[in-house]
């Protein structure tokens, strides 16, 4: 008999969470494809070292993006997503590549919550360049619809950076 009482339960019940989850799905956050493009200035030196990181409005580390520079002991030098990061590898494993020279342009593409733009929510660029002035927060840009395809000057290493959906 409660095997029964069960069985009745679930052909009410499972169809109705089934239902809420329908009605629901479009209310599921959705993500869009952003392709940054960081251009360095024409700074005389090294390769630089640049780890590119989301914040929220309160300029609190949220997500590594992408690290220029494949050895970590320099890591050191990226000093705001460094303490932010914890430097741990799961924050930048799979998100590495090699150092950018000046006037290079380094675009990368990820996938961000539709959520996080128009949010507050901040790209920001740390950059170092060996015998060089380290340089966190090396350009700050917040995640608009407007500020889409319009470049914003950094204030050291980084010449520009310019985002699009």
Do not use: C
Not at 34 to 48: E, K
Not at 133 to 151: E, F, L, S
């Amino acid at each position: 008999m409660p095997e029964l009482k069960r069985r009745n339960a679930l052909k009410t019940w499972l169809p109705a969470v089934l239902f809420a989850g329908l009605v629901t799905l479009p209310a599921v956050a959705q993500a869009r494809e952003v392709t940054i493009d960081t251009q360095l200035s024409q700074y005389r030196g090294d390769g630089a070292y640049l780890a590119i990181y989301l914040t929220d409005a309160r300029g609190v580390y949220q997500q590594t993006l992408w690290v220029a520079g494949k050895k970590s002991k320099y890591y050191k030098h990226l000093s705001d997503w460094e303490r932010g990061s914890n430097r741990s590898r799961a924050e930048y494993d799979g998100l590495t590549g090699a150092s950018i020279t000046q006037g290079e342009t380094l675009q990368i593409s990820v996938n961000l919550d539709d959520a996080l733009i128009d949010s507050g929510y901040q790209i920001r660029v740390d950059a170092a360049v060996e015998d060089m002035r380290d340089r966190p927060a090396d350009i700050i840009v917040p995640i608009t619809t407007d500020g889409a395809g319009k470049p914003v000057n950094g204030q050291g290493y980084v010449q520009s950076l310019t985002y699009t959906f």
